[in-house]
């Protein structure tokens, strides 16, 4: 259901700011809302309280973003109060910032390796990237893992390229359990 309520509002917003040529606008204004949510938890919780009506809520938030945000988004927000989605409105802010982008070829890779990368190796890496994706430009996220040995993992959306040493000894502990197999199966 949630995936659902992201993809309906996050589409309608992203329709809208593409036909209204508000584009970057409304992906600055989300981008900010998003992190005022992420550190305001009294919102959050304000928001989310049982006992506070739906009408009390929509004052609440046009109290504290009208005038500065525009009335496209403050309506999307009131909307998802009143339909009791407060909840999923991250989610759907998410999904927005990800069509934006998916919209403009920028993409978002995930880089795992062993050891932290020089500022140069990161910048391989990156033009790598731009050279084999349909892509114009990257959001790169940097994560050290100690315990794939050497090597890295690269992630982009759902497609993932792992060189990493810790999995090509797995695979080759897989190999050579099948070789003992087949050995075993030949005895006498």
Known sequence: MAKLVSKTYGDALFELAVE???????LSEVKGISQILKENGELT????????????KIEILEQVFK???????????RMLVSKNHYGEMESVFSYFIEQVKEYKNIGTAYVT????????????????LLET????????????????IGGMV???GDRVVDSSIQT???SLSRELSKIQLKVGE???
């Open 20 to 26: 209204s040529n508000q584009l970057d606008e409304l």
């Open 45 to 56: 919780k304000l928001m989310n309280h049982p006992k506070i009506v739906k009408e009390e």
């Open 67 to 77: 005038g500065r945000i525009s009335s496209e988004l403050l309506g999307l927000m």
């Open 113 to 128: 390796s062993a050891f932290p990368l020089k500022d140069a190796q990161k910048e391989q890496i990156q033009a790598r």
């Open 133 to 148: 994706t349909k892509y114009v430009s990257f959001e790169m996220h940097y994560a050290v893992d100690a315990g794939l």
């Open 154 to 156: 690269i992630r982009i």
């Open 168 to 170: 090509k000894l797995l």
């Open 186 to 188: 030949c005895a006498p």
